[in-house]
């Protein structure tokens, strides 16, 4: 059976760098990671991260700042993350 999208909002290509933090990690430690696309709801992101579905994290967005999630699957090094509140992610492309 061929995977198919169910999401409802439609996501925005982008490659832009950002940073993570893992909540389980008591260090505090930061992850560059690649954000892949964003939608209101959620992004796809790429780095060498250790994360599972269900880990809460939080990711350093430009023009919003950190914004809390979860992640919602894993493959590979590429994983999903849910916001826990939506964001205007216009914003995140825009001049400050």
């Known amino acids: 059976m061929a995977h198919v999208d169910t999401r409802q ?17 008591a260090s505090g430690t930061e992850h ?3 954000l892949r696309n964003l939608s209101p709801s959620g992004l796809m992101a790429e780095g060498d991260v250790k994360v599972s ?3 809460r994290v939080s990711v350093e ?7 809390d999630g979860s992640v919602a699957w ?3 090094n590429r994983f999903g993350i ?3 509140r939506e ?3 216009r914003l995140i492309t825009e001049n400050p």
């Not at 967005?61 to 914004?67: D, E, Y």
């Open 53 to 55: 579905p269900g880990s």
């Open 32 to 34: 560059r990671v690649k």
């Open 9 to 25: 909002q439609a996501r925005e290509n982008l490659l832009l760098h950002a940073l993570l933090k893992v909540e389980a990690d």
């Open 61 to 67: 967005l430009p023009n919003l700042g950190w914004v």
């Open 87 to 89: 964001i205007d992610h």
């Open 82 to 84: 849910a916001f826990a």
């Open 74 to 76: 894993k493959q590979d």
